[in-house]
């Protein structure tokens, strides 16, 4: 490679390649062992850029001469192998035969491992992505660490093909249904990992050791298959309909999820197919030509902006006060036991270890939502989550009582009750009335304010809000909401909390419905006025399904509840009335008690159907999106003038977090500015040229 590319990377940490030599037992001889290590501890992994592929190459120089090896075997760091290509570089590559240059070295430096003189051992002892997994694909064996907690190709989810080998060797390695379970059905579920043994049972690795002793018994079983006394066999790999029915089912279910809105998973599916009869040479080269096409694009740097923000800005949210403040947090209350209370009181107990109690009006429903949670912990325990003692100790914490006294002691007390401003003030003021001064009260209310909540309050500084996504145990986004009298304690506190939670936290102002129900809303506000305007259902539905959301407008609504729909937009339009307009419609179909606009079979309800017939000015698809991606720049705008949020970046990683917005879009706003609707709309894009884009 030309200097100047590799200058392109001045931040890289160069992961080093050492060579030492290892004596085999069973007299097989001399392994040349190259151990990858970048020099830092297991919190920065082992990456690639172009000085550590060089660093590589100019190992593997070291031992290709040699006669007086035996094989050559290739390991990571304590509990790292390595995580695959260094994408902070990325931004910096300006030009397509940069990026080609850059695709061409990683095929040049890893495929020497298939074509050394001596048979190659990939030795997997910790984590291992990307990049990593394709050093270890190229070499002739592989053993697995049974405590590997993460092996994946997750290059489709950030807008990349697996592109040093992996779209050719993995499926030639294990056929095409497994291969393509790990280059795309588990980037699509969020970018799933597979643990060591799941690697193992694939056949990525060809055999599995324990974390205590596993080099040694690596080089053991290396000797082994040296010797002979050890042969390795491997399922033979179907090239034939197998193959091309396991690329047609990946197909149905990209264009399924994501509507041709996400070139890589394509373009990882075409190398896949086109594996099946290309040799080797054929299909590093088209590698080679998918990954230059896709660095250039604006769809890798989306997704790469979202990876940021989900690795580092979740980490540290903008604005949040000095961790310092927080007190500690040695007992919770819930109140209320519905199926929400029940979530809470189950993560609270399972995240902090401390004792939690719920309360609520009667007896049974108290009992209801204690037993909910304790069968919870039951199906963690079925599932081996949890320890038999430890899910004791869990049910012991979770405790109900029909008197607030219960709270008395309790630093943090959660609300989880039904959705009217009196109803919580009540609550607010009863359980002020038992708990300490400092005990911080949180309301986790979806679009009420969490000021006027606090109005009656002696200490209104105490009250925050701290908003959850259902289901709580899966949506990592907490939006922690700052009152107009809450005070710097109370909000650290609420994060130290989050953070216990393992929440993503983002502080919001005390506006509207937030952030992510307010932006939802709009944008199914404007998709049921087309359909009372006379748009068909359907086409309203099928409209959104360029932003490759995780289920289109009205399925999202019959999930969520249209009675919650129409009262978070009661909310909004009272606060903004000629932004969220009120449907008559809509509050129709929840006075007759639809919960949503599909029948159990997903056929349209007729009757719902009917509810909405009437209008007379009908769009098409196009004008739908149109006008809802209007109405999202606008309303995006407003929150950021507002300061609803601090930055763009905040809007963009809610949306990811809480609403399942498509990683490899970037979030929103990059959607915006990428088809020009944030410069119709409002003169001027969110983010600048370069940030979540190409430059320009």
Known sequence: MSADI???????????????????????????????????????????????????????????????????????????????????????????????????????????????????????????????????????????????????????????????????????????????????????????????????????????????????????????????????????????????????????????????????????????????????????????????????????????????????????????????????????????????AGQLALLFARRLEVPVVMTDLDQERLDKGVGHAHAEIDKLLAKGRVSADKAARLKALITGSLSKDAFAGADFVIEAVFEEMSVKQKVFAEVEAVVSDECVLATNTSSLSVTEMASGLRHPERVVGFHFFNPVAVLPLLEIVRGEKTDDAALATAFAVGKQLKKSCVLVKDAPAFVVNRILVRLLAEIVKAVDEGTPIETAERAAAPLGLPMPPFVLMGLVGPAIALHVNETLHAAFPDRFPLSANLAEMVAAGKTGVYRPDLTLDPEVVEIFSGGDAPSTEAQVLARALRALAEEIRIMLDEGVVAAPQDIDLCMILGAGWPFHLGGITPYLDRTGVSEEVNGARFLEPGVASLPR
């Open 6 to 340: 590799t200058g392109l990377f001045d931040g890289e940490v160069v992961t080093h390649a050492r060579v030492r030599d290892v004596t085999l037992p069973y007299g097989a001889g001399t392994l040349a062992l190259i151990t990858l290590d970048n020099g830092h501890d297991h919190t920065k992994p082992n990456t690639f850029g172009p000085r550590g592929l060089l660093e590589l190459n100019e190992a593997i120089d070291q031992v290709a001469g040699r006669d007086d090896i035996a094989a050559v075997g290739v390991t990571g760091k304590p509990f790292i192998f390595a995580v695959g290509a260094d994408l902070k570089g990325v931004p910096l590559i300006g030009t397509r035969e940069d990026a080609l240059a850059i695709a061409k070295l990683g095929h040049d430096v890893f495929r020497r491992l298939g074509e050394l003189h001596v048979p190659t051992f990939a030795y997997v002892n910790g984590a291992a992505m990307g990049g990593g997994v394709e050093v270890a694909l190229h070499c002739t064996y592989r053993t697995i660490s049974s405590s590997v907690p993460a092996l994946s190709l997750p290059e489709a989810f950030l807008g990349l093909v697996p592109g040093w080998g992996g779209t050719y060797l993995l499926p030639n390695l294990i056929g095409a249904e497994k291969a393509l379970k790990v280059i795309i059905e588990n980037p699509l579920a969020q970018n799933r990992q597979l643990k060591g043994p799941q690697a193992y049972e694939l056949g990525i690795a060809d055999a599995m050791f324990d974390a205590a002793d596993f080099l040694e018994e690596s080089l053991a079983w290396t000797a082994r298959v040296l010797n002979g006394d050890v042969t390795v066999e491997r399922a033979p790999v179907d090239k034939g309909k197998a193959w091309d029915d396991a690329v047609a089912a990946a197909r149905w279910n990209v264009d399924g999820k994501l509507h041709g809105a996400a070139p890589s998973y394509v373009r990882a599916l075409d190398l896949v197919a086109a594996a099946k009869d290309r040799t080797r040479d054929e299909g590093f080269a088209a590698e080679d030509e998918a990954l230059a096409d896709l660095i250039m694009s604006d769809e890798l740097r989306a997704g790469l902006y979202a990876f940021d923000l989900t690795q580092k800005r979740a980490k540290r949210p903008a604005g949040a006060p000095d961790k310092s403040l927080a007190r500690p947090v040695t007992k919770v209350g819930v109140v209320g036991a519905g199926l929400m």
